[in-house]
């Protein structure tokens, strides 16, 4: 080891320690989440799976089902509550780091830049907060990162590994499409990779060579696939999936063009993705995109890059550009942008103030654009209290009424009520909410008395009829103990309509003749009228 070559070390190190530093104090921020609206669906969901009942037919959402089992598995992890999928989704974050140092040995020559993208990526993750985080595409990234690692290394193998590698990438694509299709589209990524190796290097044989990484690899795509279709055969709802992933959500999804043209729809997908979230990914891809480019450089763009241009597709699929449907390219876009910083690291490391201007670069372009948005509050002061709240247990439950509500979602109204139900019913006390609310059923540990989890189904122009008079079927056939009808929850680019349900509830004259006949109500509770049943 020559002399010149300790500082270069030594600062190699630093930056390096610097980002694990940083993605395990973003990770602590981030096991603090509380739920947001989706979270509380998806663990509503996963509750009924837990106790033998199916998504859609028991527990009604319009998601594809993989989320609900990531729930499910954090259900049955030691913890409980909210705790557990935020335990799960830090653990899976930091999985996607060694992925990273992975995929950057392999591509760049060197792990330690994959362990700087992880903690670009992973900043932005957290910045999100609660209720863009613990989404499909937060999981769903992390399994295409694993496999796009597993279908790299294939190309180098032989035999039987070859095979199980494969196999495994096409697995892992096959979840994060359960998680949702427009994440697993990455698969044509990786096949078309294995697909060109196959065929440029297998000579006489490529035809074939080229079939069999076809064939293993969509082997394994099926095998969740049809572990999920027998899952929903043995235990029924397959045609409620159906009418819930494949009519309703489409519907549901087309309302976005009532918002947004073509045009405005390429512009709003491209800014974002590139500079409206993270600077650093944005500057890291121009200066990844400076000379020189090593064959291991490009055929990991090549591999990555495919993947990110086919997720964004998806993205821009969903029309509604909702910052966590980012959540699936962000993180495979950061190490990219982490390897254009690497290659300007290198080039100025040698000198003190080259080191020094690089790393101040990182830290001013981190800190001029954060993805914290739709909470009260900059991120940096969102941490800053939640460092209050784990040091003064005074203060934990008003800091964490403002850390958690966002918009009509008011942390300290849900938390009154889930205190009111607890207080004043039985544990085996059903209720029905007339709402968008579903995590109280979760929090107040109380059975939902219908599959209807939140009341967007009744309150669509598109479904309204239908899941009012199937609504109240179910409420005839099983009167809830207490009935909640909430205010202020208005949803406009979910429901179509600019109305809370308390106004939606006018209009609405079966659920209003049952309310008048058979409750009374007994409370307020801030924002919820609640019925008693009084026979």
Known sequence: MTTASLPRRGRDAALVIAAIAAIFFLLAQLIDFGYGRDQGIYAAVA????????????????????????????GVLPGSGVGAIRWLEAASLLSMVAAFAL????????????????????????????????????????AV????????AALDSAGGRRTALWMTSGALYGAAALLKPTIGIAALASLSVGLRHAWRSGGRQRS??????????????????IACLLFFAVRGGLREMWDAVFVFAPQYTARGWEVISALLLVQHLVTDWLFGYSLLNGVGLLLLAVPPHPQGERAGVRHIGLAVVLMILGVGVQLKLFPYHFGSVLPLTALL????????????????????????????????????????????????LRFVEWTDRDQRTAIRDRLYSVFDFNARDNRLVEAWLARETPEHATIFI??????????????????????????APWSRDAAREELMTL???????????????????????????????????????????????????????????TN
């Not at 830049?113 to 863009?132: D, N, R």
């Not at 290198?346 to 080259?354: C, F, K, S």
Request: net charge positive; charged share 20%.
């Open 145 to 152: 990162v694993w496999a796009i690692v597993a279908a790299a």
């Open 434 to 459: 007339w709402g968008f609310t579903p995590e109280i059923y979760v929090m107040a540990n109380r059975r939902p008395a219908t599959k209807f989890i939140y009341d967007v189904p009744q309150r």
């Open 47 to 74: 509750r009924t799976i837990l106790r033998g009942g199916a998504p859609y037919r028991d527990a009604w959402d319009f998601k594809p089902p993989g989320i609900f089992f990531v729930y499910a598995l954090a």
């Open 475 to 533: 409420l005839s056939a099983n009167p809830p103990d207490v009935i909640l009808v909430e205010h202020e929850d208005v949803i406009p680019l979910v429901t179509g309509i600019g109305a809370d349900s308390a106004y939606e509830l006018r209009g609405f004259d079966a659920l209003r003749s049952l309310l008048a006949s058979r409750y009374q109500r007994v409370a307020y509770v801030k924002k919820f009228d609640v019925y008693r049943r």
């Open 337 to 384: 942008a982490a390897w254009g910083f690497w290659k300007l690291w290198l080039r100025v490391r040698d000198r003190w103030y080259g080191a020094a201007g690089v790393a101040a670069l990182i830290v001013v372009l981190a800190a001029a654009r954060t993805a914290t948005i739709h909470v009260p509050d900059s991120f940096a002061k969102r941490c800053r």
């Open 103 to 142: 995929l950057s040995r392999r591509y760049v020559g060197d792990a330690r830049p994959g362990i700087l993208g992880g903690a670009f990526a992973i900043l932005t993750h957290v910045e999100f907060e609660f209720w863009h985080t613990a989404q499909p595409e937060s999981f769903g990234a992390v």
């Open 208 to 225: 074939r060579r080229a079939a069999a990484v076809a064939s293993t690899f969509g082997a394994g795509a099926a095998v969740p696939l």
